[in-house]
């Protein structure tokens, strides 16, 4: 049973920012939302995570809604190099489920 | 550098012919786990490990094994591959946490079983 829904797919132009939400309704205080991508085949980068606070690190800002059942991956200026699928996962500890993420895809 | 290696990245095998896929990182890492990844699917997770001689299913441990002798390494082993064991594998490891830590993936290994 997937804890997170994403869209399949979405597209964004080159320079804008890019909004990936994330439903993750039955998430449970102590779990915390982990953001990874994965760049054609190749093993998924991690790049972000948060508990209640919103985030912010140098690749991208983690929008956390107040009641923890949504969040949003910003990815401030996008470049074609962000094409990517983007996996939203919740968990505590190791034990991840990564589901099918989001396709995004940057646009020139 | 901090990584995770896998060998091979790519092989072609024939069925019943039994292969090992290794696994190596040089963080020191307690927790390392094995994942596949089939079209339409995601990735999902085979077996892991949370330190050395302390192993566990996943969600789909048919058909491997695994062992865990020392820290540094996690091979996967198919004693009798099967076509349906045809898939893009990757190997993982991060401290043992409660929450809150990162998990670092290996390139991939791409198997073919004919």
């Known amino acids: 049973d997937a804890k997170t829904t994403q869209p399949t797919s979405m597209d964004c132009a080159e320079g804008r920012a890019a909004n990936l939400p994330c439903n993750h309704s039955t998430i449970s205080g102590n779990e915390y939302v982990y953001w990874y991508r994965q760049i054609h085949s190749q093993g998924p980068q991690y790049i972000i995570h948060?508990?209640?606070n919103n985030e912010t690190n140098e690749m991208a800002s983690l929008i956390i809604t107040e009641d923890r059942k949504s969040s949003t991956l910003i990815l401030p200026h996008a470049t074609l190099r962000d094409t990517a699928v983007y996996y939203c996962?919740?968990?505590?500890?190791?034990?991840?489920?990564f589901g099918t993420g989001t396709s995004l895809t940057v646009i020139p | 550098e901090a990584q995770v290696t896998q060998n091979p990245r790519y092989l072609i095998t024939v069925t019943g012919k039994k292969l090992t896929v290794t696994c190596s990182q040089n963080?020191?890492?307690?927790?390392m786990s094995w994942y596949r990844q089939d079209p339409g699917l995601g990735l999902r997770q085979i077996y892991y490990?949370?330190?050395?001689?302390?192993?566990d299913k996943g969600d789909v441990p048919e058909g491997y094994k695994v062992s865990r002798k020392e820290k540094r390494n996690f091979p996967l082993i198919l004693e009798s591959p099967s076509p349906n064991q045809t898939s893009l594998y990757f190997c993982?490891?991060?401290?043992?946490?409660?929450?809150?830590?990162?998990?670092?993936f290996g390139p991939g290994t791409r198997l073919t079983v004919l």
């Open positions: 993982a490891s991060s401290f043992l946490t409660s929450g809150g830590d990162t998990q670092y």
């Open positions: 490990s949370m330190n050395v001689e302390v192993t």
């Open positions: 948060g508990l209640k």
């Open positions: 963080m020191n890492h307690e927790y």
């Open positions: 996962i919740v968990g505590t500890g190791n034990q991840f489920y």
